[in-house]
């Protein structure tokens, strides 16, 4: 089993669609939990932090449900600059161990 | 946000000869910086931890010798892979860390893209 699992889509819809993700870990010690978002042939970027409450950030909702091991974006109005591969990463207590998810591929469409 | 700096940013060679990958930080220092690998549609797959003044923690399965990491200075790791070949073809990054209030975030480099014919 992998340590990070997520669908590896593509996931196609319209623009101001909501669409969901979700990540499932397999270490329950992991701490830290995040949504990185990768455009073609570029570097990954810091989307948001996820947080044992749920938390929001315009658009995007990120949860944890530590009890099942797995973590959510769910992004809401759809744009197409949405388009890109969403990346969970997941780290152990001390950071210092990073696993990156496959990767989900989103693209929005006119 | 801090700045990382990686160069090539693409780079074509033949088989048998070696590519160097530079690794900067520019508006800090990094004693630690890692190296991740990406295959297409594959994730990140960490390679090596690079420490600044020690050697290299390579992960298992990663040759040493043919992935050599160099961590001179605070802002700086190289990554040379030796002696290429064409399975060696693929998307480099390297990252580094940085602690604030808010937690740890990593700052990618822009990435290698290395063609090896």
């Known amino acids: 089993r992998k340590e990070v699992e997520q669908d590896p889509g593509p996931f196609n819809v319209p623009e101001g669609a909501t669409v969901a993700f979700n990540c499932t870990y397999s270490?329950?010690?992991?701490?830290?939990f995040f949504w990185y978002r990768q455009d073609c042939r570029k570097e990954p970027k810091l989307l948001m932090s996820v947080y044992s409450s749920g938390n929001e950030d315009g658009r995007f909702t990120a949860q944890l449900n530590r009890a099942s091991q797995y973590i959510s974006l769910l992004i809401r109005d759809s744009k197409l600059s949405d388009s890109a591969t969403y990346l969970c990463v997941v780290t152990d207590y001390n950071n210092n161990d990073m696993r990156f998810g496959a990767g989900t591929r989103l693209t929005v469409k006119p | 946000g801090a700045v990382v700096s990686q160069h090539p940013s693409w780079v074509i060679c033949k088989s048998g000869t070696s590519v160097k990958i530079e690794c900067r930080s520019l508006d800090f220092q990094a004693t630690t910086m890692f190296w991740y690998r990406q295959f297409p549609k594959q994730s990140l797959m960490l390679m090596a931890t690079?420490?600044?003044?020690?050697?290299?923690?390579?992960e298992q399965g990663v040759e040493k010798d043919k992935f050599l990491i160099n961590h001179a200075s605070l802002t700086l790791s190289t990554l040379t892979v030796t002696s290429a070949h064409p399975e060696d073809s693929s998307f480099y990054i390297c990252?580094?860390?940085?602690?604030?209030?808010?937690?740890?975030?990593?700052?990618f480099g822009q990435g290698t893209r290395l063609t090896v014919v």
């Open positions: 690079s420490n600044e003044g020690s050697k290299a923690t390579y």
């Open positions: 270490n329950s010690a992991s701490q830290s």
């Open positions: 990252s580094a860390r940085v602690i604030h209030r808010g937690g740890t975030e990593a700052f």
